[in-house]
């Protein structure tokens, strides 16, 4: 099957090791401005819903909290074992979803429907089985051949019977936190979670037929080494997961408080780090694993590989997703939505959602209207974060420039990383090579206008490697 050892060259990581955004979204959040508010989101969903061929939707819904805290953590989520605050954040979920669908025509399908946070399974399954419902009762959804329904699971908090009802609900995909299953490293990152807890769900994901797993692990936490990650990887691969997501750990404890919690005396050496990441690619590789971008992985025959395949693949704020065409809609606390060439965040704070919901407005805390510039280097950075390569001719056509022209910057930037063998540049085109595809961040931020005026504010993103 594949062979990934040749995206692995260690003296280019270490070289290139250099905080970035991870392109979730361009422009990234930071650039995004309080002047964007509510009637700007109306505006925006208006315009969308004038389209000659109605766009779908994808509905993103945060469930914030979580029973203990996890110390590499730096999602926006609220420690409680207190389980009637689920019940009355769901109350104002349920008026925000009914603003929400009230923006658009019913003629605009549901395609995709995500659950994240924090714990999504802090609710009972009975509530998240009626939050389908609701959701449901105000939008339009697809049938069920296109719809992907998934969700983000806590092994540790979850019966297989759970997932049975989940299934029942209308999910049929599953994305479970594992990190790493070395007692010790479970130990300094306060997740106590057994190998037996997370392979019985990932059985029943497969009993009561959900069509994709993903199980996410996380290299360069503290007290990790090369035989317990390896071990770890292992375990993971004899579940045979349908995607896999190795992120690398950023440790950023200014930024995010549970991380001053962890000893820094207990993280991996950069070259041990470096070791844990070439033993994952080994392993996925022999295992037949595709490498899709950034830190994701999936079997050959697994929709995000096939969309890979046929040029369709799509990253946002959930990540790598096959739904290229549809407008985002956020839910909940933080929940980021793109609607049109539009970004909007609710606030990352509960008092201040729960406030706006209570007031009967949008919560819009942030947002930004993107520029004509904004959308063709959306464009082009999401050409290269899905594909690794670029066609200078199309990319012209679509925004009616002369590429080369228009970035001849960003083209300038690119020559040392040619000269690195990073990327091939041709006059009609780029590519990445297969060095080069472990770094499209850095290649991607040759294209990134707000970079300059980021990287000179305080550091805000994570390291590329």
């Known amino acids: 099957?594949?062979?990934?050892?040749?995206?692995?060259?260690?003296?280019?990581?270490?070289?290139?090791?250099?905080?970035?955004?991870?392109?979730?979204?361009?422009?990234?959040?930071?650039?995004?401005?309080p002047g964007f508010d509510e009637s700007d989101l109306r505006a925006m969903a208006a315009t969308s819903n004038g389209d000659p061929i109605p766009r779908p939707l994808s509905l993103?819904?945060?469930i914030p909290f979580c029973t203990s805290p996890c110390f590499y953590c730096g999602c926006n989520r609220i420690i409680t074992r207190d389980t009637a605050r689920g019940a009355a954040y769901l109350t104002r979920l349920y008026r925000e979803v009914a603003m929400a669908?009230?923006?658009?025509?019913?003629?605009?399908?549901?395609?995709?429907v995500?659950?994240?946070?924090?714990?999504?399974?802090?609710?009972?399954p009975a509530q998240i089985a009626e939050v389908m419902d609701v959701l449901r009762r105000h939008f339009s959804f697809a049938a069920p051949a296109r719809l992907d329904c998934s969700i983000e699971l806590d092994p540790r908090f979850i019966t297989p019977d759970d997932v049975g009802a989940l299934a029942a609900a209308g999910f049929n995909r599953a994305s479970l936190g594992v990190q790493d299953f070395d007692p010790e490293v479970q130990r300094a990152v306060n997740r106590i979670q057994s190998v037996e807890q997370t392979l019985a769900i990932i059985d029943a994901c497969r009993t009561h037929g959900l069509q994709s797993v993903?199980?996410?692990?996380?290299?360069?936490?503290?007290?990790?080494?090369?035989?317990?990650?390896s071990r770890t990887l292992d375990i993971t691969l004899e579940a045979r997961p349908d995607r896999l997501a190795i992120y690398s750990y950023a440790h950023?404890?200014?930024?995010?408080?549970?991380?001053?919690?962890?000893?820094?005396?207990?993280?991996?050496?950069p070259e041990v780090k470096l070791g844990l990441l070439q033993c994952a690619i080994d392993k996925l590789g022999e295992a037949g694993y595709v490498y899709i971008g950034m830190d994701h992985f999936a079997l050959p025959g697994d929709s995000l590989a096939q969309a890979q395949q046929r040029g369709d693949l799509h990253r946002n704020f959930m990540g790598y997703t096959t739904h290229a065409e549809s407008d985002l809609v956020g839910l909940g606390v933080s929940a980021i939505s793109h609607i049109g060439p539009s970004?909007?965040?609710?606030?990352?704070?509960?008092?201040?959602?729960?406030?706006?919901?209570d007031q009967g407005r949008l919560p819009v805390w942030r947002g930004m209207r993107l520029e004509e510039d904004d959308v063709i280097r959306a464009d082009v950075i999401q050409q290269l974060m899905c594909h690794g390569t670029l066609d200078y001719r199309d990319l012209g056509r679509r925004h009616v420039i002369e590429f080369t022209t228009y970035f001849a910057d960003?083209?300038?930037?690119?020559?040392?990383?040619?000269?690195?063998?990073?990327?091939?540049?041709?006059?009609?085109?780029?590519?990445?090579?297969?060095?080069?595809?472990?770094?499209?961040?850095?290649?991607?931020?040759?294209?990134?206008?707000?970079?300059?005026?980021?990287?000179?504010?305080?550091?805000?993103?994570?390291?590329?490697?």
């Open 60 to 62: 993103y819904l945060h």
């Open 214 to 229: 993903n199980v996410d692990l996380i290299y360069g936490l503290p007290k990790q080494s090369l035989a317990g990650f």
């Open 252 to 269: 950023l404890p200014s930024m995010f408080r549970p991380q001053q919690r962890i000893n820094a005396e207990d993280l991996p050496s």
């Open 1 to 33: 099957m594949a062979n990934l050892s040749s995206l692995f060259d260690p003296d280019l990581l270490r070289r290139y090791d250099t905080p970035g955004p991870r392109y979730t979204s361009y422009p990234t959040a930071p650039q995004f401005s």
């Open 410 to 465: 960003a083209l300038q930037r690119l020559r040392p990383l040619q000269d690195d063998g990073l990327v091939e540049l041709r006059p009609d085109g780029l590519q990445a090579t297969s060095r080069g595809r472990m770094l499209l961040r850095i290649i991607a931020m040759c294209f990134d206008r707000y970079l300059p005026t980021a990287a000179a504010s305080t550091p805000r993103f994570s390291r590329t490697v």
């Open 114 to 124: 995500h659950f994240g946070g924090g714990t999504p399974n802090f609710l009972t």
């Open 101 to 112: 669908s009230a923006l658009f025509d019913r003629d605009r399908d549901v395609e995709q």
């Open 343 to 357: 970004f909007s965040q609710n606030p990352r704070d509960l008092g201040s959602w729960e406030q706006a919901i």
